[in-house]
């Protein structure tokens, strides 16, 4: 076939086109070879005439068919040219919005300027371990190839990112390492990518700049090197940098700016730590103002500083350094303004003295200012003869000037990134590595200097690398096929390069020139005109001779020469490095040491050269000897080593529009990066060769329709269609048999495609006349048969007409005869009906008249009957009305009286209790203790009284003896003592009265004020009372209005409970994990470092501290926040913090300890006070009595205190001989459990109480100690006053001295603490008081909160309130149940241990005295014999747990009892409980734990031992449930499994450790299952085919290919769906024959389900080749064949089918029509599980398998969008693989009675004995 018949009507081609560069255009007749001119008509219905030329004008580009326009990739197009190329990245990008496309082995990135959600986590966990080709292109694919390449060949992989300034360059580069951070290492342990990523706002300000076509364009470019361990994890990374822009420093064009940083510094001038700097706006400087437009819109400067500093700290550069950074950066816009003034003579200049800038300069950078202004504008020459200072003229010296910023700048640059490689910098030995190059595209601008043409340069280098290694993949494929080659004749541009980089090339000359001493740019430009002239990559401008023109491989350039050996010389001058050097400032000072010139130059190519003034050879001048352009040729083929060492792959980066526009499209912008990045190139190689590739059974499958039967009769399908293109292509140039695949020439499918399709519009012709000649017929006879039907009914009507005009005929005639008679019969009627009527009103009118005089009289009588009524009802009412103010009156007085006495009433207590019982109570106890204060206080007056009384007497008495005393003697001494005794007497008397009446006194103002403060608080409680009550009350209108649905909120309420249980596990899952990785590393620890000997564990010490985050169960007494102080204390804080329980008792706690440390710290103060004010008062002289009044107190309490304890004694003793003798009368339970109570009770409240009296004896026997002294000097002074007393004869009673003190003192007490008592009532009040105000001001806030709600708002924000509240409360019970099992845990344990007191008691004295109740005793003891528990010794322990667990097989148990091992563990439990061993129970359950723990570790692969001990656990914490003795697991129970329950121990903590353990293992079996299944979904859902030869072929362009498949194993394996349906069917049958409950399978089998519906979806969601209408039903059917079978396993009631439901809705989809508005409203209708973005996603992708299925248009698809934009959904694309569904564990009890259960002899448990009683 030749080329010109694919030149017929009907096709179209692409014509050139000024604005859109290519049009397409459709042939309207046959081109024949030799014509001039082609008829074409172009898409706007208007018709063009092309020429053709056949040098000038080539027949256009044939169009690809519409079955290949969207390709994933490029070389899978027919006809690959440059229209080809650009339209279909057009479709991609425009209608399907798909911003990345393969071609062949680049990928090429157009930047949406729009945030894309296609970069999570999912999106990465689903490219990974996929193949190139398998998905849609993704930058993702690109890395995931190069870590597989990396990781299966062993060699070190480059990813080349490329593009003009603003293609997102950057942006591509960090989404591969966040993909290398994420497969390469833990998702969570991204440190090195956190940092790396750091580096970028560091190295955007210094490095980044505004330009005319970006305003974030990277003047720089870098090579990030990731590196490996063996592993392939990450450890580290290493950043080398490419030629920086130094010239940016000094000089910018219109509309640019300098380096961000500069402005940044600029922008946050005002703040403080920055005043030093001396800075102000960016436009008073000159290095920041020559672009005229300092700001970028959209960008705040002084924000990205602060990120900027940032990045700085996080990546270790301290704040001193920051500052010094800042300060050489404010020193270089300072020198930027120093002002050089020129002399009158031209040949020299000078700076300034008082110039402040070169002050500052100087300043910022620690220099001298005077050194510095003379080297400014001077330099020095150095001959052999002599040396000698020169001046330099102004513009020398400006440039100097500006040379000394580029340079401190530069090497400012260098010290940063060398900064931020030792933050990335790793001691680990790195394995392999990954290179990331984000450098910059081919420039042409309208001005290209020096550094366009380095660019450019480094572009030839790459693309010549690029080159070779696309025909080196070339050639590996056809050899690997075994197909002959010939040289591909491609683009080879090493004659450009040697033009650059050759000897005598354009750096050789312009190395030549800058050594000259007088060297221009004229100069140069002219060698370079007479050098390379004849050079065919060399052209003169025509009108310029200081240009000239390269032509590189993307396009020509003409570079300017003008500064081109100033950049290239770099010129600094030494003296003014010097300077710098002896900078005071440590970090100035290293940037300019000799060192740093020494080193390597590392990848840096920013090398600045320092011309040395003398000619000596010094090594640190070597450097600066070599130009700038010496330096990037070096650096670049450092680099171009690198990249050929390693394999490379390729990212090119497009810039759509200059606007940054979202999704706007410039093909001339496009096509113009097209040919500057290669990919064109690609092209062209890959058309040179055989593009189009189809493996054998595709050809077969696509083209069989073109084969004859014969053909189809042969078994061999590879000769089947080398036979048929024999057949269809003559040329045998035009393909190639390989061993796998048909090589095809460019053009050739779309040939055979066009064979194909004109087969197919062949048969469609056929099919059209057959059916077209059937209608025909089919219309012929429903002709005829209706030109009969029609004549039959005619004829019937004509002879029905003439019947019926017969009919009317002789009607007429009747009608005639009978109207006729109606007229004379209607004149008769009419004359009778006038005679009638005059009749009647002759007779009417009589009557009328007659009628009328009765009506006269009749009113009459009315008239008069209504007037007596009337007069009779007034008098009446007035009677009545009397009767009425009468009673009003009186019951008026009634209710004023009835008013009263309610008043009354709501003043008294009764109406207060009503209200508030609560407060009722309080008032009553304040009530009762005021009466019993008044009692009291009657009491102690009464005492008093007589105490004055007899006080009085004594006196009395005492006056008498003094009168018969001085009458005896008229002058003696006895009687001057006993009167200063007398009058002290009278002294203390008067004194106690004082006393008395202050303390009555306080004690009165105290009760008023008690009294008042009660009223005070009774009227604030009815002031709340009513306050509340209307609250309520707004509160109950508010919601009464608003009533939800109740199954809603139990909907709600279960969707939150289910919430909280996946939180909770995945916070067991996250323990899992945190413990996996901390027994990692502590593996890790101890092969680094061994520890001789043994470290014991303390025997209190649980082992399931390490293995488990639950503590150890203590049975022994511990208080409630002791027991949760040591719960943590034991599990740690990370560990407790994860307990909600925990935490919740720790809050609590804290609360509680906090009210204790106020009050306690109010009580503080208040004896403070007291001891100041006892402090400040005198002391009086009866110390000596109230030492006495405290004894003989403490004497009496001490007295009183040992009568009670002996009273308790007895009682207890009674109490347990009632016992004794009730438990030897009676035998029944009943009674005994009574007595049990009733001890029980009594112990209780006696030990509290005797708990009481001890502290206080010991409180009072230490008092008593303390005063013994004293009291022995009391008592030696009585002993004295009595002697005296004797003497005289006149005998005194020292106890009369005692008792006025002790009594008074016995008053002050009961009074303080009375008051004290009343003092903490009433804070107690205003407590109360408080707390009901805050609740009252929160009600309020809430009242106010809801009145601003709108409906819906309040609605919900009620129930969340009911919800916070249901859950406080639920909390707080869960803590009084917590405490009440504590404190019943702690009584049983007192029960048993006085019950074994008891008993043992009863035994003593039934041995000692009474033998007969020995019997009594064992037949109590044989009640208790239970049956179902074996015996085990402690040592045996470890070989039960090792025989059950470690050793434990599933086939060595799989024929008898299903979880035959957790049967046994709880049998030995049964038993260790009957003993009461609770140490026992606590070793053999952590045991049997942490045993299962570590066999679900070593078979952490293990899908059946996982599923056995899933079984085993679960059954054991349903055992323990069952036998619990809870009545709500009892209810299922025989009397005998009753009787097996637990007596001693209560171990609901360790069914909650079970619970978890649980948990973890379903979690391990739910991985294992996913991990087994995950390689076959994708195969069996959407790859294998189910229903054959229902899927069409494409072309595959990329996909598959050899590079991409591991050569090995030779590419993944195919499952069908019958595979993963007997995987299922395996998993469900392991489950079931290990006993699991039926439930969990379920659940198992539900979230196999979602995995195999989340796979599929995202598989769907990211491939172009699977979204077809064959796709869709081939995807149907699967989904069916599960569903039957999940209906086969009686497994459809748990939700299974429904977590299919977004898979099934994406196959409908693929499947119903898209066309019409009706057609999208069933989708939206439809696709209710998916989301708008899935659907759009699946639409865009949506591909037709040929040419007679139309495509989805761009209107339809936003036609969807509109109808779906107020859906309220997740905007997530792809589904959450890892989402795992909570799983609940229903009680199940076991039909099995523990008895009956037999243990094989197999299992070698001969040291376990039955206990048979």
């Given at each position: 076939?030749?080329?010109?018949?694919?030149?017929?009507?009907?096709?179209?081609?692409?014509?050139?086109?000024?604005?859109?560069?290519w049009?397409?255009?459709e042939?309207?007749?046959?081109?024949?070879?030799?014509?001039?001119v082609?008829h074409?008509?172009?898409e706007?219905?208007?018709?063009?005439?092309?020429?053709i030329?056949?040098?000038?004008?080539?027949?256009?580009?044939?169009r690809?068919?519409d079955?290949?326009?969207?390709?994933?990739?490029?070389?899978?197009?027919?006809?690959?040219?440059?229209?080809?190329?650009?339209?279909?990245?057009?479709?991609?990008?425009?209608?399907?919005n798909?911003?990345?496309?393969?071609?062949?082995?680049?990928?090429?990135?157009?930047?949406?300027?729009?945030?894309?959600?296609?970069?999570?986590?999912?999106v990465?966990n689903?490219?990974?371990?996929?193949?190139?080709?398998d998905?849609?292109?993704?930058i993702?694919?690109?890395?995931e190839?190069?870590?597989?390449?990396?990781?299966?060949?062993?060699?070190n992989?480059?990813?080349i990112?490329?593009?003009?300034?603003?293609?997102?360059?950057t942006?591509?580069?960090?989404?591969?390492?966040?993909?290398?951070?994420?497969?390469?290492?833990?998702?969570?342990?991204?440190?090195?990518e956190e940092?790396?990523?750091?580096?970028?706002?560091?190295?955007?300000?210094i490095?980044n700049?505004?330009t005319?076509?970006n305003?974030?364009?990277?003047?720089?470019?870098?090579?990030?090197?990731?590196?490996?361990?063996?592993?392939?994890?990450?450890?580290?990374?290493?950043?080398?940098?490419?030629?920086?822009?130094?010239?940016?420093?000094?000089?910018?064009?219109?509309?640019?700016?300098?380096?961000h940083?500069?402005?940044?510094?600029?922008a946050?001038s005002?703040?403080?730590?920055?005043?030093?700097?001396?800075?102000?706006?960016?436009?008073?400087?000159?290095?920041?103002s020559?672009?005229?437009?300092?700001?970028?819109?959209?960008?705040?400067?002084?924000?990205?500083?602060?990120?900027?500093?940032?990045?700085?700290t996080?990546?270790?550069?301290?704040?001193?350094?920051?500052?010094?950074?800042?300060?050489?950066?404010?020193?270089?816009?300072?020198?930027?303004n120093?002002?050089?003034?020129?002399?009158?003579?031209?040949?020299?200049?000078?700076?300034?003295?008082n110039?402040?800038?070169?002050?500052?300069?100087?300043?910022?950078?620690?220099i001298e200012?005077?050194?510095?202004e003379?080297?400014?504008?001077?330099?020095?020459?150095?001959?052999?003869?002599?040396?000698?200072?020169?001046n330099?003229?102004?513009?020398?010296?400006a440039?100097?000037?500006?040379?000394?910023?580029?340079?401190?700048?530069?090497?400012?640059?260098?010290?940063?990134?060398?900064?931020?490689?030792?933050a990335?910098?790793t001691?680990?030995?790195?394995?392999?590595?990954?290179?990331?190059?984000?450098?910059?595209?081919?420039?042409?601008?309208?001005?290209?200097?020096?550094?366009?043409f380095?660019?450019?340069?480094?572009n030839?280098?790459?693309?010549?690398?690029?080159?070779?290694?696309?025909?080196?993949?070339?050639?590996?494929?056809?050899m690997?096929?075994?197909?002959?080659?010939?040289?591909?004749?491609?683009?080879?541009?090493?004659?450009?390069?040697?033009l650059?980089?050759?000897k005598?090339?354009?750096?050789?000359?312009?190395?030549?020139?800058?050594?000259?001493?007088?060297?221009?740019?004229?100069?140069?430009?002219?060698?370079?005109y007479?050098?390379?002239?004849?050079?065919?990559?060399?052209?003169?401008?025509?009108?310029?001779?200081?240009?000239?023109?390269?032509?590189?491989?993307a396009?020509?350039?003409e570079?300017?020469?003008?500064?081109f050996?100033?950049?290239?010389?770099?010129?600094?001058?030494?003296?003014?490095?010097?300077?710098?050097?002896?900078?005071?400032?440590?970090?100035v000072?290293?940037?300019?040491?000799?060192?740093?010139?020494?080193?390597?130059?590392?990848?840096?190519?920013?090398?600045?050269?320092?011309?040395?003034?003398?000619?000596?050879l010094?090594?640190?001048?070597?450097e600066?000897?070599?130009?700038?352009?010496?330096?990037?040729?070096?650096?670049?083929?450092?680099?171009?080593?690198?990249?050929?060492?390693t394999?490379?792959?390729?990212?090119?980066?497009?810039?759509?529009?200059?606007?940054?526009?979202?999704?706007?499209?410039d093909?001339?912008?496009?096509?113009?990066?097209?040919?500057a990045?290669?990919?064109?190139?690609?092209?062209?190689?890959?058309?040179?060769?055989?593009?189009?590739?189809?493996?054998?059974?595709d050809?077969?499958?696509?083209y069989?329709?073109?084969?004859?039967?014969?053909?189809?009769t042969?078994?061999d399908?590879?000769?089947v269609?080398?036979?048929?293109?024999?057949?269809?292509?003559?040329?045998?140039?035009k393909?190639?048999?390989?061993?796998?695949?048909?090589?095809?020439?460019?053009?050739q499918?779309?040939?055979?495609?066009?064979?194909?399709?004109?087969?197919?519009?062949?048969?469609?012709?056929?099919?059209?006349?057959?059916?077209?000649?059937?209608?025909?017929?089919?219309?012929?006879?429903?002709?005829?048969?209706s030109?009969?039907?029609?004549?039959?009914?005619?004829?019937?009507?004509?002879?029905?007409?003439?019947?019926?005009m017969?009919?009317?005929?002789?009607?007429?005639l009747?009608?005639?005869?009978?109207?006729r008679?109606?007229q004379?019969?209607?004149?008769?009627?009419?004359?009778?009906?006038?005679?009638?009527?005059?009749?009647?009103?002759?007779?009417?009118?009589f009557?009328?008249?007659l009628?009328?005089?009765?009506?006269?009289?009749?009113?009459?009588?009315?008239i008069?009957?209504?007037v007596?009524?009337?007069?009779?009802?007034?008098?009446?009412l007035?009677?009545?009305?009397a009767?009425?103010?009468?009673?009003?009156?009186?019951?008026?007085?009634?209710?004023?009286?009835?008013?009263?006495?309610?008043?009354?009433?709501?003043r008294?207590?009764?109406?207060?209790?009503?209200?508030?019982?609560?407060?009722?109570?309080?008032?009553v106890q304040l009530?009762?203790?005021?009466?019993?204060?008044?009692?009291?206080?009657?009491?102690?007056?009464?005492?008093?009284?007589?105490?004055?009384?007899?006080?009085?007497?004594?006196?009395?008495?005492?006056?008498?003896?003094?009168?018969?005393?001085?009458?005896?003697?008229?002058?003696?001494?006895?009687?001057?003592?006993?009167?200063?005794?007398?009058?002290?007497?009278?002294?203390?008397?008067?004194?106690?009265?004082?006393?008395?009446k202050?303390?009555?006194?306080?004690?009165?103002?105290e009760?008023?004020?008690?009294?008042?403060?009660?009223?005070?608080l009774?009227?604030?409680?009815?002031?709340?009372?009513?306050?509340?009550?209307?609250?309520n009350?707004?509160?109950?209108?508010?919601?009464?209005?608003?009533?939800?649905?109740?199954?809603?909120?139990?909907?709600?309420?279960?969707v939150e409970?289910?919430?909280?249980?996946?939180?909770?596990?995945?916070?067991?899952?996250e323990?899992?994990?945190l413990?996996?990785?901390?027994?990692?590393?502590?593996?890790d620890?101890?092969?680094?470092?061994?520890?001789?000997?043994?470290?014991?564990?303390?025997?209190?010490?649980?082992?399931?501290?390490s293995?488990?985050?639950?503590?150890?169960?203590?049975?022994?007494?511990?208080?409630?926040?002791?027991?949760?102080?040591?719960?943590?204390?034991?599990?740690?804080?990370?560990?407790?913090?994860?307990?909600?329980?925990v935490?919740?008792?720790?809050?609590?706690?804290?609360?509680?300890?906090?009210?204790?440390?106020?009050?306690?710290?109010?009580?503080l103060?208040k004896?403070?006070?007291?001891?100041?004010?006892?402090?400040?008062?005198?002391?009086?002289?009866?110390?000596?009595?109230?030492?006495n009044?405290?004894?003989?107190y403490n004497?009496?309490?001490?007295?009183?205190?040992?009568?009670?304890n002996?009273?308790?004694?007895?009682?207890?003793?009674e109490?347990?001989?009632?016992?004794a003798?009730?438990?030897?009368e009676n035998?029944s339970s009943?009674?005994?459990?009574?007595?049990?109570?009733?001890?029980?009770?009594?112990?209780?409240?006696a030990n509290?109480?005797?708990d009481?009296?001890?502290?206080?004896?010991?409180?009072?026997?230490?008092?008593i100690?303390?005063s013994?002294?004293?009291?022995?000097?009391?008592?030696?002074?009585?002993?004295?006053?009595?002697?005296?007393?004797t003497?005289?004869?006149?005998?005194?009673?020292?106890?009369?001295?005692?008792?006025?003190?002790?009594?008074?003192?016995?008053?002050?007490?009961?009074?303080?603490?009375?008051?004290?008592?009343?003092?903490?009532?009433?804070?107690?009040?205003?407590?109360?008081?408080?707390?009901?105000?805050d609740?009252?001001?929160?009600k309020?806030?809430?009242?106010?909160?809801?009145?601003?709600?709108?409906?819906?708002?309040?609605?919900?924000?009620?129930?969340?309130?009911?919800?916070t509240?249901?859950?406080n409360?639920?909390?707080?019970?869960?803590?009084?149940?917590?405490?009440?099992?504590?404190?019943?845990?702690?009584?049983?344990?007192?029960?048993?241990?006085?019950?074994?007191?008891?008993?043992?008691?009863?035994?003593?004295?039934?041995?000692r005295?009474?033998?007969?109740?020995?019997r009594?005793?064992?037949?109590?003891?044989?009640?208790?014999?239970?049956?179902?528990?074996?015996?085990?010794?402690?040592?045996?322990?470890?070989?039960?747990?090792?025989?059950?667990?470690?050793?434990?097989?599933?086939?060595?148990?799989?024929?008898?009892?299903?979880?035959?091992?957790?049967?046994?563990?709880?049998?030995?439990?049964?038993?260790?409980?009957?003993?009461?061993?609770?140490?026992?129970?606590?070793?053999?359950?952590?045991?049997?734990?942490?045993?299962?723990?570590?066999?679900l570790?070593k078979?952490?692969e293990?899908f059946?031992?996982t599923?056995?001990?899933?079984?085993?656990?679960?059954?054991?914490?349903?055992?323990?449930?069952?036998?619990?003795?809870?009545?709500?697991?009892?209810?299922?129970?025989?009397?005998?499994?009753?009787?097996?329950?637990?007596?001693?121990?209560?171990?609901?903590?360790?069914r909650?450790?079970?619970?978890?353990?649980?948990?973890?293992?379903?979690?391990?079996?739910?991985?294992?299952?996913?991990g087994?299944?995950?390689?076959?979904?994708?195969s069996?859902?959407l790859e294998?085919?189910?229903?054959?030869?229902?899927?069409?072929?494409?072309?595959?362009?990329?996909?598959?290919?050899?590079?991409?498949?591991?050569c090995?194993?030779?590419?993944?394996?195919?499952?069908?769906?019958?595979?993963?349906?007997r995987?299922?069917?395996?998993?469900?049958?392991?489950m079931?024959?290990?006993?699991?409950?039926?439930?969990?399978?379920?659940?198992?089998?539900?979230?196999?389900?979602?995995?195999?519906?989340?796979?599929?979806?995202?598989?769907?969601?990211?491939?172009?080749?699977?979204?077809?209408?064959?796709?869709?039903?081939?995807?149907?059917?699967n989904?069916?064949?599960?569903?039957?079978?999940?209906?086969g396993?009686?497994?459809?009631?748990?939700?299974?089918?429904a977590t299919m439901?977004?898979?099934?809705?994406?196959?409908?989809?693929?499947?119903?029509?898209?066309?019409?508005?009706?057609?999208?409203?069933?989708?939206?209708?439809?696709?209710?599980?998916?989301?708008l973005?899935?659907?759009?996603?699946?639409?865009?992708?949506?591909t037709?398998?040929?040419?007679?299925?139309?495509?989805?248009?761009?209107?339809?698809?936003?036609?969807i969008q509109?109808?779906?934009?107020?859906r309220?959904?997740?905007?997530?694309l792809?589904?959450?693989?890892?989402?795992?569904?909570?799983?609940?564990?229903?009680?199940?009890?076991?039909?099995?009675?523990?008895?009956?259960?037999?243990?094989?002899a197999?299992?070698?448990?001969?040291?376990?004995?039955?206990?048979?009683?």
């Amino acid at each position: 076939m030749s080329v010109t018949e694919l030149y017929s009507k009907y096709t179209r081609v692409w014509i050139p086109d000024p604005d859109e560069v290519w049009r397409s255009a459709e042939i309207v007749k046959d081109y024949k070879e030799g014509d001039s001119v082609l008829h074409l008509k172009l898409e706007d219905e208007s018709a063009l005439e092309y020429s053709i030329g056949p040098k000038n004008n080539p027949l256009p580009f044939l169009r690809n068919p519409d079955i290949l326009v969207g390709e994933n990739d490029l070389t899978a197009l027919s006809y690959l040219h440059e229209p080809a190329v650009l339209h279909n990245l057009k479709v991609r990008f425009l209608e399907s919005n798909h911003i990345y496309t393969y071609c062949g082995i680049v990928l090429v990135a157009i930047n949406p300027y729009e945030q894309l959600q296609i970069y999570g986590e999912e999106v990465i966990n689903a490219y990974s371990g996929q193949n190139m080709g398998d998905m849609d292109p993704h930058i993702f694919a690109v890395a995931e190839e190069a870590y597989k390449q990396m990781a299966r060949d062993e060699k070190n992989q480059s990813i080349i990112v490329s593009g003009e300034s603003g293609a997102g360059k950057t942006v591509s580069a960090k989404y591969a390492m966040r993909f290398f951070a994420t497969v390469g290492g833990s998702a969570n342990d991204t440190s090195i990518e956190e940092k790396v990523l750091a580096s970028s706002p560091i190295m955007e300000a210094i490095g980044n700049a505004k330009t005319t076509r970006n305003d974030n364009s990277s003047r720089f470019g870098k090579y990030i090197e990731i590196g490996f361990d063996k592993r392939y994890h990450i450890i580290g990374a290493n950043m080398r940098t490419y030629l920086l822009e130094k010239s940016r420093v000094v000089f910018q064009a219109e509309e640019e700016r300098n380096y961000h940083i500069f402005y940044q510094l600029c922008a946050s001038s005002s703040l403080a730590e920055f005043k030093d700097l001396a800075l102000t706006s960016a436009e008073e400087f000159t290095f920041t103002s020559l672009g005229e437009n300092i700001f970028i819109e959209g960008v705040n400067d002084a924000e990205d500083l602060v990120k900027t500093r940032e990045a700085l700290t996080m990546l270790g550069v301290k704040d001193i350094h920051q500052m010094s950074i800042f300060k050489v950066i404010a020193s270089i816009l300072h020198l930027g303004n120093v002002g050089i003034v020129s002399e009158r003579d031209g040949e020299s200049c000078h700076i300034n003295k008082n110039d402040d800038n070169l002050h500052h300069f100087c300043r910022l950078l620690g220099i001298e200012q005077e050194q510095m202004e003379h080297w400014l504008c001077r330099r020095k020459l150095v001959t052999t003869a002599e040396t000698y200072v020169k001046n330099m003229p102004h513009a020398q010296a400006a440039n100097a000037r500006d040379a000394l910023a580029k340079h401190i700048y530069a090497h400012l640059f260098d010290w940063i990134v060398e900064h931020v490689n030792k933050a990335l910098h790793t001691s680990t030995k790195q394995h392999s590595f990954i290179g990331v190059l984000d450098i910059y595209g081919f420039e042409t601008f309208e001005i290209n200097s020096f550094e366009q043409f380095c660019i450019n340069y480094a572009n030839e280098k790459l693309q010549q690398q690029f080159n070779s290694h696309v025909f080196k993949l070339e050639q590996e494929e056809y050899m690997k096929e075994q197909i002959p080659w010939t040289l591909i004749d491609f683009y080879d541009n090493q004659p450009c390069i040697d033009l650059i980089e050759a000897k005598l090339g354009i750096l050789d000359l312009l190395d030549e020139e800058c050594k000259v001493p007088k060297g221009t740019d004229q100069n140069w430009a002219q060698k370079l005109y007479s050098k390379h002239s004849s050079s065919g990559h060399f052209e003169k401008p025509r009108m310029s001779n200081r240009s000239f023109i390269v032509v590189h491989f993307a396009d020509k350039v003409e570079y300017q020469c003008d500064g081109f050996l100033e950049k290239n010389r770099d010129t600094v001058y030494e003296e003014q490095i010097n300077i710098l050097k002896a900078s005071k400032f440590q970090l100035v000072a290293d940037l300019f040491t000799d060192g740093k010139d020494v080193a390597p130059p590392s990848g840096k190519t920013s090398r600045i050269n320092v011309r040395a003034a003398k000619p000596a050879l010094k090594g640190h001048n070597r450097e600066h000897r070599k130009s700038v352009g010496t330096q990037f040729r070096n650096s670049l083929h450092l680099l171009m080593e690198t990249l050929n060492a390693t394999t490379p792959h390729y990212v090119r980066c497009i810039k759509p529009n200059d606007f940054k526009e979202a999704f706007v499209f410039d093909s001339s912008r496009a096509v113009q990066q097209l040919r500057a990045c290669g990919v064109l190139e690609t092209i062209r190689i890959s058309a040179a060769g055989y593009p189009s590739r189809w493996t054998y059974p595709d050809f077969f499958s696509r083209y069989r329709v073109l084969m004859t039967k014969k053909d189809l009769t042969i078994g061999d399908k590879k000769q089947v269609c080398k036979n048929l293109l024999e057949t269809l292509i003559k040329d045998p140039d035009k393909f190639q048999f390989g061993k796998t695949k048909i090589f095809f020439r460019a053009g050739q499918v779309a040939y055979l495609e066009k064979l194909r399709a004109d087969k197919f519009r062949y048969a469609c012709i056929k099919i059209q006349k057959t059916v077209r000649g059937w209608l025909q017929r089919i219309r012929y006879r429903k002709i005829r048969k209706s030109a009969i039907t029609l004549q039959r009914y005619g004829r019937g009507y004509l002879a029905r007409r003439h019947a019926e005009m017969l009919r009317l005929t002789r009607a007429t005639l009747i009608c005639q005869k009978q109207y006729r008679m109606v007229q004379v019969r209607r004149e008769y009627l009419r004359t009778r009906r006038a005679v009638i009527t005059i009749q009647a009103f002759a007779r009417g009118m009589f009557v009328r008249r007659l009628y009328q005089e009765f009506l006269l009289h009749h009113k009459a009588m009315i008239i008069q009957k209504t007037v007596r009524g009337w007069l009779v009802r007034k008098k009446y009412l007035h009677a009545r009305y009397a009767a009425i103010v009468i009673q009003c009156f009186y019951r008026r007085v009634r209710a004023k009286r009835q008013l009263n006495q309610l008043k009354i009433e709501a003043r008294s207590a009764e109406h207060f209790k009503n209200l508030n019982v609560g407060m009722e109570n309080k008032i009553v106890q304040l009530q009762k203790k005021m009466d019993n204060q008044s009692v009291e206080y009657k009491t102690q007056k009464e005492q008093l009284a007589v105490a004055n009384t007899v006080l009085g007497s004594e006196v009395n008495k005492l006056q008498k003896e003094l009168e018969t005393l001085r009458s005896r003697q008229a002058a003696g001494t006895p009687v001057a003592s006993l009167q200063e005794e007398l009058e002290k007497l009278r002294a203390e008397l008067q004194e106690a009265h004082a006393q008395r009446k202050q303390i009555e006194e306080e004690f009165g103002n105290e009760k008023q004020g008690l009294e008042q403060r009660v009223e005070e608080l009774e009227k604030e409680n009815t002031l709340l009372k009513k306050e509340k009550e209307e609250m309520n009350r707004k509160i109950q209108s508010s919601t009464q209005g608003q009533g939800g649905d109740v199954s809603q909120k139990e909907s709600r309420l279960q969707v939150e409970l289910d919430d909280e249980r996946q939180r909770y596990q995945n916070l067991v899952k996250e323990y899992s994990r945190l413990e996996q990785r901390y027994e990692n590393l502590q593996e890790d620890m101890s092969s680094m470092k061994f520890h001789p000997g043994h470290r014991r564990i303390p025997s209190n010490q649980s082992s399931l501290g390490s293995d488990s985050n639950y503590p150890s169960i203590s049975m022994s007494e511990a208080g409630d926040t002791d027991d949760t102080i040591q719960q943590v204390e034991e599990m740690g804080i990370e560990k407790a913090a994860m307990d909600l329980s925990v935490f919740m008792k720790l809050q609590k706690r804290v609360r509680e300890l906090e009210q204790e440390r106020k009050r306690l710290q109010t009580n503080l103060e208040k004896v403070e006070e007291l001891s100041q004010r006892k402090g400040s008062e005198p002391r009086s002289s009866t110390s000596e009595e109230d030492i006495n009044a405290d004894l003989a107190y403490n004497s009496l309490k001490r007295q009183e205190l040992e009568t009670e304890n002996k009273k308790l004694k007895n009682d207890l003793n009674e109490l347990r001989k009632a016992v004794a003798d009730r438990a030897s009368e009676n035998n029944s339970s009943n009674e005994l459990q009574e007595g049990y109570n009733l001890l029980l009770n009594q112990l209780k409240a006696a030990n509290e109480e005797l708990d009481v009296r001890k502290e206080e004896v010991l409180m009072l026997k230490t008092q008593i100690v303390n005063s013994v002294k004293q009291s022995e000097n009391i008592n030696h002074i009585n002993s004295n006053d009595v002697s005296e007393w004797t003497n005289n004869k006149k005998p005194v009673d020292a106890e009369d001295i005692v008792d006025v003190p002790g009594s008074k003192k016995l008053l002050e007490a009961q009074l303080q603490t009375q008051s004290r008592q009343h003092k903490d009532e009433l804070e107690a009040l205003h407590t109360q008081i408080e707390l009901l105000k805050d609740n009252l001001e929160k009600k309020q806030d809430v009242l106010n909160h809801f009145s601003t709600l709108s409906p819906e708002a309040l609605v919900e924000f009620s129930v969340q309130q009911e919800i916070t509240r249901l859950t406080n409360e639920n909390l707080d019970l869960k803590e009084l149940t917590e405490k009440l099992e504590k404190n019943e845990k702690k009584l049983k344990k007192q029960l048993r241990i006085y019950m074994k007191k008891v008993q043992e008691l009863e035994v003593s004295q039934a041995t000692r005295s009474r033998p007969e109740l020995t019997r009594q005793v064992t037949v109590q003891r044989r009640e208790k014999d239970f049956e179902g528990m074996l015996e085990f010794y402690k040592e045996d322990e470890a070989l039960l747990v090792k025989t059950l667990i470690t050793d434990m097989k599933p086939s060595a148990v799989s024929a008898t009892v299903p979880c035959l091992p957790a049967y046994i563990l709880f049998m030995c439990i049964r038993h260790a409980d009957y003993i009461n061993d609770d140490q026992k129970v606590h070793s053999l359950l952590t045991a049997s734990i942490n045993a299962i723990k570590k066999v679900l570790k070593k078979n952490s692969e293990d899908f059946e031992m996982t599923s056995f001990w899933l079984a085993n656990t679960s059954r054991l914490l349903h055992c323990l449930k069952q036998y619990s003795g809870d009545e709500a697991f009892m209810t299922q129970n025989t009397t005998k499994q009753n009787e097996h329950c637990l007596k001693n121990f209560d171990l609901a903590e360790y069914r909650q450790v079970l619970s978890d353990l649980s948990i973890q293992i379903y979690q391990q079996l739910i991985r294992v299952a996913e991990g087994i299944m995950q390689p076959m979904i994708v195969s069996a859902m959407l790859e294998s085919e189910s229903i054959p030869s229902l899927a069409g072929v494409k072309p595959m362009g990329y996909r598959n290919r050899s590079s991409s498949l591991d050569c090995e194993s030779g590419g993944p394996a195919g499952y069908t769906l019958q595979a993963l349906i007997r995987q299922l069917g395996q998993f469900h049958t392991t489950m079931a024959d290990h006993g699991l409950d039926p439930e969990i399978g379920q659940q198992v089998v539900r979230q196999l389900f979602y995995s195999i519906n989340a796979v599929t979806l995202n598989n769907l969601l990211l491939r172009k080749d699977v979204c077809s209408w064959s796709t869709g039903m081939q995807l149907r059917y699967n989904i069916s064949q599960l569903e039957e079978w999940v209906r086969g396993k009686n497994l459809h009631h748990g939700g299974t089918i429904a977590t299919m439901e977004p898979v099934i809705q994406a196959a409908q989809l693929l499947q119903v029509k898209k066309k019409t508005s009706q057609d999208a409203e069933a989708i939206c209708s439809l696709c209710n599980s998916l989301s708008l973005q899935q659907i759009v996603k699946i639409l865009n992708l949506y591909t037709p398998l040929n040419e007679f299925e139309e495509r989805v248009t761009v209107s339809f698809i936003r036609d969807i969008q509109n109808r779906l934009q107020d859906r309220i959904e997740n905007n997530q694309l792809l589904v959450d693989t890892k989402y795992t569904f909570p799983v609940l564990f229903p009680y199940t009890p076991s039909a099995l009675t523990l008895e009956a259960i037999h243990i094989p002899a197999s299992l070698s448990l001969d040291f376990l004995t039955r206990e048979n009683f």
